[in-house]
């Protein structure tokens, strides 16, 4: 097991100390192809977060995505009618710009896009941040691991000795943790990529929904019942339990947000309520407030219609609309020392911050349809 140290990089001038996680890798031996992308930290407090003015590139996307989904020999599918569009034979790396702009559109649209066979994983940090880059400010995290001179690429990691123990679910009877990332912040989370680096032979899938599909199931009146609802988002639960208390860089917040809001590209409504991080419902009684959310929990979470799960293999990566998706990581592979590790990466850029338009299903109904999926010359077999 390695021990940790500190390894200190020298950017314009500026000496900074990065400090190794515990890990079962020798971060300083190991041939493991992806040693530079394990977790580190900064020590110290850095400045909260302020809120910006967000504009999508999916508002500047061409509505039929004719330069995405017409690219030559590219695949795309949908998983399911709700949420899930699997593509293949199409390059992330490879994008222009305006594609990219469309691809952001297109996961507004569908919410989760699969991509497969990429070569996304070793194209350099550099390029990978550059991406995330288009469509939003990166994000970095308060607690979670950094890549060295890279704060905002996320590593999300597991082994024998790092992350093998969960406290946010050690108590429960699964592994289920359905949220969207980080919904304290002011501005959320918008077209997030999330790909592999090594994951176990079996297990350790991810499960997405559709947040929007769960809002349009509801009945009219009940709609009309959340319409103009507000609820506290707090980080405070997170940093209680966490493990490494010195690895924050951020004091923990509460935000509060609508409890539906707009999507300012699709125009659609979707419930922004998870029982991760949602606390309480502005200006109703505890009594009240935990019957309305606890009733969304569980039909956001229990919802098959808008439900798809993720298998992660070599080359996999999924671009996911944080503003109308949750997602749960299942922690059902076994860790075994020197064999298993779950190693993930995520870039995360923000977005707006959540708003409510109560015009935006009149506006979204008569917006006229467009494809989200490609033309039938390119349909598989």
Not at 249 to 278: A, C, G, M, Q, W
Not at 308 to 321: A, E, F, L, M, S
């Amino acid at each position: 097991m390695a021990t940790a140290t500190v390894e200190t990089t020298e950017s314009s001038g500026a000496k900074q100390d990065w400090v190794q996680f515990e890990t079962s890798i020798d971060y300083g031996k190991s041939e493991y192809k992806y040693a530079s992308y394990l977790p580190h930290y900064v020590p110290g407090k850095q400045s909260p977060l302020i809120e910006f003015e967000h504009q999508d590139v999916g508002l500047r996307a061409d509505p039929e995505k004719k330069a995405l989904l017409n690219a030559p020999g590219a695949v795309f599918e949908e998983i399911t009618p709700a949420i899930g569009t699997e593509v293949r034979d199409l390059q992330l790396s490879a994008l222009t710009s305006q594609q990219k702009d469309e691809l952001a559109l297109l996961a507004a649209e569908r919410g989760v896009l699969v991509f497969k066979d990429q070569d996304f994983a070793d194209i350099g940090k550099d390029r990978q941040k550059e991406f995330g880059a288009h469509f939003g400010p990166l994000h970095v995290h308060q607690h979670g691991g950094q890549t060295k001179g890279y704060p905002e690429l996320l590593p999300v990691y597991r082994d024998f000795t790092a992350g093998a123990v969960d406290n946010e679910i050690k108590n429960n009877v699964s592994s289920i943790k359905w949220h969207t990332d980080m919904s304290y912040e002011i501005n959320g989370m918008g077209t997030t990529i999330f790909f592999c680096l090594s994951t176990p032979k079996s297990g350790g899938d991810t499960l997405y929904l559709s947040t929007t599909a769960a809002y349009e199931n509801l009945s009219e009146d009940y709609r009309r019942r959340l319409h103009g609802l507000y609820a506290t988002h707090s980080g405070f639960e997170q940093a209680k339990v966490a493990d490494h208390k010195e690895r924050y860089i951020r004091d923990p917040i509460e935000t509060v947000h609508p409890v539906v809001r707009t999507h300012p590209v699709t125009k659609k409504n979707s419930l922004y309520v998870n029982r991760l991080y949602t606390r309480r419902i502005q200006n109703y009684k505890e009594e009240e407030s935990a019957s309305i959310l606890n009733f969304l929990y569980n039909h956001i979470e229990h919802g098959q219609d808008w439900h798809i799960r993720v298998h992660w293999t070599p080359g996999t990566v999924v671009v996911y609309d944080n503003r109308n998706t949750q997602h749960s990581a299942l922690r059902d592979f076994n860790v075994r020392e020197g064999e298993t590790r779950r190693h993930m990466l995520r870039i995360t850029p923000q977005a707006e911050r959540p708003f409510f338009d109560p015009k935006a299903e009149e506006s979204a109904a008569q917006k006229p349809a467009s494809s989200t999926t490609e033309p039938s010359g390119n349909q598989p077999n």
